[in-house]
């Protein structure tokens, strides 16, 4: 079978047909599938070989067995995605660690914003039911709510007391973490020009950190848990995906 | 000519499908959109079958696993390039994670030598989901068209177009799994697939 060992061939329509036929079936060498993705955004017959072929075998991918993810496969992928991205963002490798991007960036994006607006919601929900759950209002002066954009089930809380002189970080929920990747806890305040590391963050583990460290704190501070290299992001700045964002909320 | 062929509209599960209608077309827009619970949405709505398709082809479920997990990458990034008009969005989410997981068996699985423990493993392999491929796949009446094809093959063509989609194998895991020379099982697949060509146009 003559299929993709020519990369500029004037192609046969039976040819292309074949081609695209051994594409979609598998039985293409690695080389071969490569040569054939490099050609379909400029070839409109493979294309279309290749639809037909997809849609026509479809059927027989729905005969398969499914199989059972494994509990942590979405957490994964939720923290494989890229961050909060413009319209159209280049996939990349799993395994990469993403370029850090301009901080002005990151910091208008949409998706980043709608984020802490849902904290700020899930706080005030969290505050109306803190009394039933055991939280003592007295000693905690600012409380943060921390869940995953686009999410509203709270992951992570943060109390700052100041009687404690001390903020701490009590995990809701477990955060799974791929391999050779940390967690890491950011906070800024308006007016500061970059966050500020708080440090690296266990999964599953609370983080206390001295507020004599810290600028005093304010209503409506961001704080997050940015999934990093494992020793922490390299630019002292995020450079990986939020998995974790709220805003202070001042108790009365 | 080749026209563009309808697709196929076909209720995988009808149970599911008539209870909860789940519009594919519209959660790939919404991930276009950035809207990450569009795409928790499929992976709840399809992640399962996807896995089933990806664990068949790859043979281990932690690269399964990993192909998974690229292929919602890249259904996450790619959204926006999904286009309604040239098929619908369950049939593309499928096609990315199948192609996912044939780019990692092309990657990752060499092509058989005769050698013992290769052969071991292959029987292993083949015989670990069960019953041959013929009995598992249901031929039901809803893929009443694509059933009716691959019947008009003959036994050796059907297993080979079998093999190769569900199982991802080469042609000479093919020609190992039928005892059959590998210039045959290549005629085979070739005279198949025009045949089913022919048939499904």
């Known amino acids: 079978m003559t299929d993709a060992q020519h990369p500029n061939p004037p192609h046969r329509p039976e040819d292309t047909d074949a081609l695209a036929a051994g594409y979609v079936l598998g039985t293409l060498s690695a080389a071969s599938r490569a040569a054939v993705r490099e050609r379909l955004p400029r070839d409109e017959a493979l294309r279309d070989a290749v639809a037909f072929w997809e849609q026509r075998l479809q059927p027989l991918a729905d005969t398969v067995a499914p199989a059972e993810p494994s509990p942590v496969l979405w957490s994964r992928i939720e923290a494989a995605l890229p961050a909060p991205r413009p319209a159209a963002t280049p996939a990349r490798p799993r395994t990469a660690v993403p370029p850090p991007k301009p901080w002005a960036a990151w910091w208008g994006s949409l998706a980043l914003w709608r984020g802490a607006a849902l904290a700020g919601f899930a706080a005030a929900t969290f505050l109306a039911v803190a009394p039933s759950v055991g939280v003592r209002a007295p000693a905690a002066q600012f409380v943060v709510v921390l869940v995953a954009p686009n999410q509203t089930a709270p992951g992570w809380v943060v109390q700052a007391s100041d009687r404690q002189r001390a903020l701490r970080l009590v995990p809701l929920a477990d955060t799974a973490v791929p391999e050779q990747r940390s967690l890491q806890f950011w906070t800024k305040a308006d007016g500061w020009d970059a966050p500020l590391s708080l440090g690296l963050v266990q999964p599953g583990q609370p983080l206390e950190v001295p507020l004599d460290r810290l600028p005093p704190l304010q209503p409506n501070q961001l704080f997050e848990i940015t999934l990093e290299p494992y020793n922490g992001s390299p630019t002292g700045r995020p450079t990986g995906p939020i998995l974790y964002i709220g805003r202070s909320v001042q108790m009365l | 000519m080749r026209a563009t062929p309808a697709p196929i509209r076909r209720a995988r599960r009808p149970v599911v499908t008539l209870n909860t209608p789940f519009d594919h077309n519209a959660e790939l827009a919404a991930c276009a959109r950035g809207e990450r619970d569009a795409l928790r949405r499929l992976y709840e709505r399809e992640g399962r079958y996807l896995l089933g398709v990806a664990l068949r082809l790859v043979r281990d479920r932690a690269s399964a696993e990993d192909v998974l997990q690229d292929a919602f990458v890249a259904v996450w990034t790619r959204a926006g390039s999904f286009d309604p008009q040239r098929g619908d969005g369950r049939g593309w989410l499928y096609s990315i994670v199948r192609h996912a997981a044939l780019d990692w068996v092309r990657a990752h699985r060499r092509t058989v030598s005769a050698d013992e423990e290769t052969l ?82």
């Open chain 2, 120 to 201: 071991d493993a292959l029987q292993e392999a083949s015989a670990e989901p069960g019953p041959d491929v013929a009995d598992t796949v249901a031929w039901r009446s809803s893929v009443r068209q694509l059933d009716a094809c691959l019947e008009r093959l003959d036994v050796a063509k059907r297993q080979c177009v079998l093999h190769a989609y569900l199982d991802g194998c080469s042609h000479a895991e093919i020609a190992e799994r039928l005892n059959a020379p590998l210039g045959t099982v290549k005629a085979w697949i070739r005279r198949g697939l025009a045949a089913l060509r022919e048939c499904l146009a």
